[in-house]
């Protein structure tokens, strides 16, 4: 959505925008796009459900990382601010440069510091869904999940929104209704859920629900943050590990103890304020035949993975089944 070689400037502008009047001009741009986007999504899914993760990557790795994609970048942003230098242009890129970007400005983070993006795709994703309705009879039911939590505090103004002191960050709820009354329309069920991928979300899994209509774990960075491991950068030494069995599998394959501990602990912990809370897992994870009984036993609804995976999955959670009948 965002890295096709016609919109990633047009993204990149937004990162280094100076105020917030220039990001609101930027993003009525990108809105267009992500209706397009989100219309197309929903037209071929019909009525399933459809999960959209909203904005989660850091905003550093949107910027140029090598000279010719930065030249360019200067070059496209000088056509509509001539009088911003290049020299300012590139000041700008560093400043959002970060240490460890994996856990910084990402996902809700950038949604606290720039409510006015969320905001952007939020309206987007109704307003696809309202044309879709209008234009060919197709009622979606769109989710929509918040990345990299770490407290229920932040699910909680996503959805419900927070205004302090002159600032506000509008939510999901008001957002929606907004929109409808200004449409017209009829109301669209939807649902707000989060990603479960920081060892702080699954020890708070229990207050989290009370704000979340679903879970669904990113084992990933699930795995990334309770192990300390850096999934870019672990193949450079799990040889090591592996001669001397300190790490038999490789974890981002292989879903570990303490992970499946946070997993199995959150599921539990958030059933118990909400029952009825879906749980699913998203990333390769769930196409390891090796964790789906694992998934299965603890109670999770769905695995999401990609397309290559999902057919080995598949026989995987047959053999399971039919063991489990022929044991009673």
Same mark, same amino acid.
């Given at each position: %959505? +965002?890295?096709?070689?016609?919109?990633?400037?047009?993204?990149?502008?937004?990162?280094?925008?100076?105020?917030?009047?220039?990001?609101? !001009?930027?993003?009525?741009?990108? *809105?267009?796009?992500? $209706?397009?986007?989100?219309?197309?999504? +929903?037209?071929? %899914?019909?009525?399933?459900?459809?999960? $959209? #993760?909203?904005?989660?990557?850091?905003?550093?790795?949107?910027?140029?990382?090598?000279?010719?994609? %930065?030249?360019?970048?200067? /070059?496209?942003?000088?056509?509509?601010?001539? *009088?911003?230098?290049?020299?300012?242009?590139?000041?700008?890129?560093?400043?959002?440069?970060?240490?460890?970007?994996?856990?910084?400005?990402?996902?809700?983070?950038?949604?606290?510091?720039?409510?006015?993006?969320?905001?952007?795709?939020?309206?987007?994703?109704? &307003?696809? /869904?309202? =044309?879709?309705? !209008?234009?060919?009879?197709?009622?979606?039911?769109?989710?929509?999940?918040?990345?990299?939590?770490?407290?229920?505090?932040?699910? !909680?103004?996503? #959805?419900?929104?927070?205004? $302090? &002191?002159?600032?506000?960050?509008?939510?999901?709820?008001?957002?929606?209704?907004?929109?409808?009354? =200004?449409?017209?329309?009829?109301?669209? &069920?939807? !649902?707000?859920?989060?990603?479960?991928?920081?060892?702080? @979300? @699954?020890?708070? /899994?229990? *207050?989290?629900?009370?704000?979340?209509?679903?879970?669904?774990?990113?084992?990933?960075?699930?795995?990334?943050?309770?192990?300390?491991?850096?999934?870019?950068? +672990?193949?450079?030494?799990?040889?090591?590990?592996?001669?001397?069995?300190?790490?038999? =599998?490789?974890? +981002?394959?292989?879903?570990?103890?303490?992970? =499946?501990?946070?997993?199995? %602990?959150?599921?539990?912990?958030?059933?118990?304020?909400?029952?009825?809370?879906?749980?699913?897992?998203?990333?390769?994870?769930?196409?390891?035949?090796?964790?789906?009984?694992?998934?299965?036993?603890?109670?999770?609804?769905?695995?999401?993975?990609?397309?290559?995976?999902?057919?080995? @999955?598949?026989?995987? $959670?047959?053999?399971?089944?039919? *063991?489990?009948?022929?044991?009673?």
């Amino acid at each position: %959505m +965002f890295f096709n070689e016609k919109r990633i400037p047009i993204f990149r502008s937004l990162i280094i925008a100076p105020d917030r009047s220039e990001r609101e !001009k930027i993003l009525k741009k990108i *809105k267009k796009m992500q $209706i397009t986007d989100f219309y197309g999504l +929903f037209e071929v %899914m019909g009525e399933r459900t459809v999960t $959209i #993760r909203l904005l989660d990557a850091p905003l550093h790795e949107f910027l140029p990382h090598n000279k010719d994609s %930065m030249d360019a970048f200067v /070059a496209f942003y000088r056509k509509d601010h001539p *009088k911003v230098s290049e020299s300012e242009i590139r000041l700008r890129c560093d400043m959002t440069s970060e240490v460890n970007p994996m856990l910084g400005h990402r996902g809700v983070r950038v949604a606290i510091s720039y409510p006015e993006i969320y905001r952007m795709q939020v309206e987007a994703i109704f &307003e696809a /869904a309202y =044309k879709l309705r !209008k234009e060919k009879g197709v009622v979606c039911r769109p989710e929509i999940m918040i990345p990299i939590i770490m407290s229920p505090r932040e699910v !909680k103004t996503i #959805r419900f929104g927070k205004r $302090i &002191e002159g600032f506000e960050i509008v939510g999901v709820r008001q957002i929606a209704e907004e929109l409808r009354e =200004k449409l017209g329309e009829e109301k669209i &069920e939807y !649902k707000v859920g989060t990603m479960i991928e920081l060892p702080a @979300a @699954a020890l708070l /899994a229990d *207050k989290i629900a009370r704000y979340a209509d679903f879970f669904s774990f990113g084992t990933n960075d699930l795995t990334q943050t309770c192990l300390g491991l850096s999934r870019d950068d +672990f193949n450079s030494f799990f040889t090591d590990y592996n001669e001397y069995d300190l790490l038999d =599998k490789n974890p +981002f394959q292989y879903l570990q103890e303490p992970v =499946k501990e946070l997993v199995g %602990m959150a599921i539990e912990r958030g059933r118990v304020v909400k029952p009825d809370l879906t749980c699913g897992l998203c990333g390769e994870h769930g196409a390891e035949p090796e964790n789906i009984p694992f998934c299965m036993d603890a109670g999770l609804n769905y695995v999401s993975c990609s397309p290559y995976g999902i057919p080995l @999955a598949k026989l995987t $959670i047959a053999q399971k089944n039919i *063991k489990d009948l022929a044991t009673g």
